[in-house]
């Protein structure tokens, strides 16, 4: 079984940029789909990044443009490069892996945008 956990959350001003880094154990994470979702206070979590394991990526449209998801699997790590933030960007951002999704849920990480 995977265990994931995230970090590089934090407060940025907006149009700051922020990496976060999902960091994964078990051997056969390279064979996993992994997901960036995001849940803001009284609202569902939403799907905003996904990558497969050879690395064709996927974006919400709230996102496109702005958020890049990257993966080494060798390290056994996913990142996801958000640039451009906005207020309304501010959630708490999990990361999520499986053969498909939802998997696996890492604990999350707070990403604050101040206007």
């Known amino acids: 079984q995977v265990q994931l956990v995230e970090s590089g959350g934090g407060l940025v001003q907006a149009g700051g940029s922020l990496r976060l880094s999902c960091a994964a154990s078990?051997?056969?994470?390279?064979?996993?789909?992994v997901g960036w979702y995001r849940q803001a206070p009284g609202k569902q979590r939403d799907l905003v990044a996904t990558?497969?394991?050879?690395?064709?990526?996927n974006y919400s449209d709230s996102v496109k443009g702005r958020f890049t998801i990257s993966r080494d699997n060798a390290k056994k790590m996913v990142y996801l490069q958000m640039n451009s933030l906005k207020p309304e960007d501010t959630a708490v951002y999990y990361c999520?892996?499986?053969?498909?999704?939802?998997?696996?849920w890492g604990q999350g990480t707070q990403v604050t945008v101040s206007s």
């Open positions: 990558i497969t394991s050879i690395g064709l990526t």
């Open positions: 999520n892996a499986g053969y498909r999704l939802p998997g696996v």
């Open positions: 078990g051997t056969i994470f390279s064979f996993y789909v």
